[in-house]
């Protein structure tokens, strides 16, 4: 069985797009932006895909991906800038996990757990 995944954001150095899950839309703007800020300027500095994503337990995790003959693409950095932005990003995380268990409390019944 398939943990069930929420998209919250998301960027893509391949086609040089950045993507917010509509869902989302209810977020201040200047909150937004910073999600754009931080997925733009990984796929900047490293490469690839990052997506960030809401467990079934309503942890933000960040999701990297590469295409497989992507030879620029900076797997070490990647890891090293992902620890970056959860380390200087913290609050900003944790209140994104708070608004997701209040704004989305079906997210987790879903599962047939309670939220």
């Known amino acids: 069985m398939r943990e069930q995944r929420i998209v919250l954001c998301g960027a893509s150095a391949y086609e040089k797009k950045f993507y917010l899950n509509p869902e989302f839309d209810g977020l201040p703007g200047q909150v937004k932006d910073e999600l754009k800020i931080a997925c733009v ?41 992902v ?5 200087e990003k913290r609050e900003l995380w944790e209140a994104l996990e708070l608004y997701y268990r209040i704004f989305f409390p079906d997210a987790e019944d879903k599962q047939g757990r309670k939220a």
Not at 83 to 87: F, I, S, V
Request: charged share 40%; hydrophobic share 35%; no cysteine.
């Open 83 to 87: 620890k970056q932005l959860q380390r």
């Open 41 to 81: 300027l990984y796929t900047e500095d490293v490469g690839g895909i990052i997506t960030m994503e809401f467990d079934e337990d309503g942890q933000l995790e960040f999701v990297v991906d590469a295409k497989e003959d992507d030879f620029l693409y900076d797997e070490i950095g990647s890891r090293l800038k």
